[in-house]
């Protein structure tokens, strides 16, 4: 009985540790620099799952009500089947809202949420006010260039993006 | 007794581990041909190669097709949607592929689905697997 307990004792600990480890919001420690870096708080699923056909987006680019709605219909995630099983989406979706723009963790996520009404709920990034007032230097043509090919392809312009970063220094526009 | 049993447990999820770690196109192959009814050698390469190359009409009109995002050489680098690079599919060129039951039956639900707007059946599986175990 001893040992059930004991056992149970330390898999909790450990369990607790890494929540606190991986929850607590990083701050300038873990380099939330100047708001165009983001901390780097990262989920194992969320890694596995939601990095293998764009980069990981980093949860405090859209608020949680997005999220859920995002979530909710994964089965049709803007044209591709990208389903999960509902353990898994569940471990990702809490993830994502304890991070979200909304949840007050970074100030990437504030300066989003500047630029939205308290009740909206985007379901792209690149529709939010916020990005289109961040890429209005960016002409209609450059977006479809074949390198890039979609506003989602952050990484086609942001050398640095699948690390969180977004910085002026890391940008460069592929020429075609 | 606890103490057994806790013991055994852990021995069980170490061999559970285990098994899924040794998963291989082979060891696919002899899975799918079974779930199928078939022996190994009722799965067909070239049947294998036409479902990775045949172009269905997809939710907006365009032709869509499992080379279509693998490339048309699966030993080959591929693309997806958003721009990301996918790594080679066939084993030959990326010893990642096939190793993952899980994984590979994830992402048989999905790019089936969206392809041919159906599941895909063991014996296409097989047959898929056998035809990029080859592929050089």
Same mark, same amino acid.
């Given at each position: 009985?001893?040992?059930?307990?004991?056992?149970?004792?330390?898999?909790?600990?450990?369990?607790?540790?890494?929540?606190?480890?991986?929850?607590?919001?990083?701050?300038?420690?873990?380099?939330?620099?100047?708001?165009?870096?983001?901390?780097?708080?990262?989920?194992?699923?969320?890694?596995?799952?939601?990095?293998?056909?764009?980069?990981?987006?980093?949860?405090?680019?859209?608020?949680?009500?997005?999220?859920?709605?995002?979530?909710?219909?994964?089965?049709?995630?803007?044209?591709?089947?990208?389903?999960?099983?509902? !353990?898994?989406? =569940?471990?990702?979706? $809490?993830?994502? /809202?304890?991070?979200?723009? *909304?949840?007050? +963790?970074? @100030?990437?996520?504030?300066?989003?949420?500047?630029?939205?009404?308290?009740?909206?709920?985007?379901?792209?990034?690149?529709?939010?006010?916020?990005?289109?007032?961040?890429?209005?230097?960016?002409?209609?043509?450059?977006?479809?260039?074949?390198?890039?090919?979609?506003? !989602?392809?952050? =990484?086609?312009?942001? $050398?640095?993006? /699948?690390?969180?970063?977004? *910085?002026?220094? +890391?940008? @460069?526009?592929?020429?075609? | 007794?606890?103490?057994?049993?806790?013991?055994?447990?852990?021995?069980?999820?170490?061999?559970?581990?285990?098994?899924?770690?040794?998963?291989?196109?082979?060891?696919?192959?002899?899975?799918?041909?079974?779930?199928?009814?078939?022996?190994?050698?009722?799965?067909?390469?070239?049947?294998?190669?036409?479902?990775?190359?045949?172009?269905?009409?997809?939710?907006?009109?365009?032709?869509?097709?499992?080379?279509?995002?693998?490339?048309?050489?699966?030993?080959?680098?591929?693309?997806?949607?958003?721009?990301?690079?996918?790594?080679?599919?066939?084993?030959?060129?990326?010893?990642?592929?096939?190793?993952?039951?899980?994984?590979?039956?994830?992402?048989?639900?999905?790019?089936?689905?969206?392809?041919?707007?159906?599941?895909?059946?063991?014996?296409?599986?097989?047959?898929?697997?056998?035809?990029?175990?080859?592929?050089?």
């Amino acid at each position: 009985m001893n040992y059930l307990l004991r056992g149970i004792g330390v898999v909790a600990a450990v369990g607790v540790f890494s929540l606190l480890a991986f929850s607590l919001p990083s701050g300038d420690a873990h380099g939330d620099g100047g708001g165009n870096v983001l901390p780097r708080t990262t989920n194992k699923a969320w890694q596995q799952e939601c990095a293998s056909c764009h980069i990981a987006y980093s949860p405090a680019f859209l608020p949680k009500a997005s999220w859920r709605r995002l979530m909710g219909g994964l089965d049709q995630h803007f044209g591709e089947n990208a389903s999960l099983d509902p !353990a898994t989406q =569940a471990d990702i979706l $809490r993830f994502l /809202e304890a991070n979200a723009a *909304d949840s007050g +963790t970074s @100030r990437m996520g504030s300066r989003v949420m500047q630029s939205m009404g308290t009740n909206q709920a985007p379901s792209r990034i690149t529709e939010t006010r916020w990005f289109v007032r961040k890429h209005d230097e960016v002409s209609k043509s450059v977006w479809s260039r074949k390198s890039i090919g979609s506003a !989602a392809n952050c =990484a086609a312009c942001h $050398r640095q993006a /699948e690390q969180g970063v977004f *910085d002026e220094d +890391t940008v @460069r526009i592929p020429k075609q | 007794m606890i103490k057994h049993l806790l013991y055994g447990g852990l021995a069980v999820l170490g061999m559970a581990s285990a098994v899924a770690a040794a998963d291989s196109p082979a060891s696919l192959m002899a899975q799918y041909a079974q779930q199928a009814g078939v022996p190994i050698s009722g799965l067909s390469a070239s049947r294998g190669a036409a479902l990775y190359r045949t172009e269905h009409p997809g939710r907006n009109g365009e032709a869509v097709s499992c080379a279509g995002c693998h490339t048309a050489n699966p030993t080959q680098a591929g693309r997806t949607r958003v721009g990301k690079r996918i790594e080679p599919l066939a084993p030959a060129a990326n010893p990642q592929r096939f190793t993952d039951a899980a994984k590979v039956e994830k992402w048989f639900r999905r790019n089936c689905q969206d392809v041919l707007q159906r599941e895909c059946s063991a014996q296409e599986k097989g047959d898929f697997i056998a035809w990029l175990s080859q592929a050089r």
